[in-house]
């Protein structure tokens, strides 16, 4: 009997020590290489895109790259579109996603998830000059510039609001610059990304809401030394400023919160 503990006993430690050696597997792969990949869009401005020179560059791109150094090894970014992007994780093609990717149930059912560090509100934008739009009520009667099926479509509707439809948040909000909309209800990201562009153009934040959407950085499941690692690259890059320098660069403030 004694025996048959004592091998149960040792089958057991094998056994933790084997998955554990699993566990950390990947992190210590992407050490070893001393490359972090890193599935991104690379169309998706502020997040993720091209400038004038071909560089890859953007929010996300400068996330990513600075975690990678917090781990201690070089970021390695891996374009694709955004509808196989997340799937490219099954497929081992990259180490993680960093693209703006909404933590939603549906997701944390399949994959593993970073502590936020985007947060986005939508938010109600007027004409500076217009005191008449002071909250989402105040929408009743009046014309909102609005990507149809969208989620900001919907809620300008449910305020009473008379829909015009357009292709985007750059089109609703000239829309509302030229006063051809009274407003247009979007994302806060998108305006402050505009604002940083253009600080002088006559639009404000008129009203947002209390509730925001959270992205994170996205890994495969069964990972936790890895997921422990870029936790611990995000709060560090919080901490000595880094994160704040990028945000600030990128959209003026801090956009985590």
């Known amino acids: ?12 430690i094998s056994a933790t020590a084997f998955v554990s050696a699993q566990a950390g597997e990947n992190l210590n792969a992407i050490k070893s290489a ?18 004038e020179s071909g560089k ?4 996300d791109v400068e996330i990513g790259e600075a975690i990678a150094a917090k781990i201690g090894v070089k970021a390695e970014f891996v374009e694709g579109k955004w509808d196989g992007l997340i ?3 099954d497929a081992k093609r990259y180490d993680t996603v960093i693209n703006q990717v909404g933590i939603t149930e549906a997701r944390k059912q399949k994959y593993d998830f970073s502590e936020p560090y985007i947060a986005s509100k939508a938010v109600l934008i007027a004409r500076a000059d217009d005191d008449s739009i002071k909250s989402f009520a105040d929408l ?3 014309k909102s510039a609005q ?3 969208s989620n900001f479509g919907k809620l300008a509707e449910q305020s009473g609001a008379e829909l015009i439809g357009t292709e985007g948040f750059d089109q609703s909000i000239q829309l509302v610059l030229t006063g051809r909309a009274d407003a247009t209800i979007n994302d806060s ?3 402050l990304d505009f604002k940083k562009h253009k600080p002088d153009a006559n639009v404000k934040i ?11 950085i996205i890994i495969r499941k069964k990972e936790p030394e890895l997921l422990e690692a870029i936790n611990k690259a995000l709060a560090d890059i919080k901490a000595d400023g880094t994160y704040k320098k990028i945000a600030d660069k990128y959209f003026g403030q801090d956009v985590s919160k």
């Open 1 to 12: 009997m004694k025996l048959l503990k004592t091998i149960a006993a040792a089958a057991f």
């Open 34 to 51: 001393g490359v972090f990949k890193i599935g991104t869009e690379g169309t998706y401005a502020p997040f993720t895109y091209h400038d």
């Open 56 to 59: 890859l560059v953007g929010f």
């Open 87 to 89: 799937a490219g994780l």
């Open 140 to 142: 009743k009667g009046k």
């Open 147 to 149: 990507s149809l099926t």
């Open 189 to 191: 990201l998108s305006f």
């Open 206 to 216: 008129a009203a947002e809401q209390e509730n925001a959407d959270y992205s994170g």
